[in-house]
């Protein structure tokens, strides 16, 4: 294996390499996450969902609590401010989540319908020309060549006779 940083041949895998100390990764090791998108996107609207109502719920307790009070310290409205502003962040975060899980959706709604359709389409050799055969390249490009000095060769020694 070459180092991709520096190019150091005879490297090995899931190692450093001993000229510029870079990573070598073992690619060939790395699986790819086996989960369907769909469970992801439903683990992420969730979280979402339950981080951005608990973030309201703190934010109304602090308010309900220590709002109008004469010796609420400032710390207080800045974290009821701040959880208020985390709920507006996880807000727009879900209603993001739902539209990308949308257009997952359409996409493999559409992936599907067009690999149905190449299968219904009609069969290949109604679609393709008929082959030219009159332009085919020999087999070897030396082959005539071959012959030419075989011929050659005879002539000359022939002609040495």
């Known amino acids: 294996m070459f180092c991709p940083s520096c190019g150091e041949a005879d490297q090995k895998k899931g190692t450093y390499c001993r000229k510029c100390g870079g990573f070598l990764a073992d690619f060939g090791k790395v699986k790819l996450s086996e989960r369907p998108v769909d469970e992801n996107f439903t683990a992420n609207t969730v979280l979402t969902g339950l981080t951005g109502i608990t973030s309201l719920v703190l934010a109304i307790v602090l308010y309900i609590m220590f709002l109008g009070r004469a010796d609420t310290p400032v710390i207080i409205y ?84």
């Open 78 to 161: 800045i974290v009821a401010g701040f959880l208020t502003a985390m709920f507006a962040w996880q807000v727009q975060t879900f209603l993001r989540t739902l539209q990308l899980k949308k257009q997952f959706r359409n996409r493999d709604r559409q992936k599907a319908e067009m690999e149905s359709a190449a299968v219904d389409s009609q069969p290949t050799k109604e679609l393709l020309n008929e082959p030219d055969l009159g332009n085919v390249v020999p087999a070897s490009v030396t082959e005539n060549t071959t012959n030419n000095l075989k011929e050659k060769v005879r002539r000359s020694t022939q002609s040495e006779k």
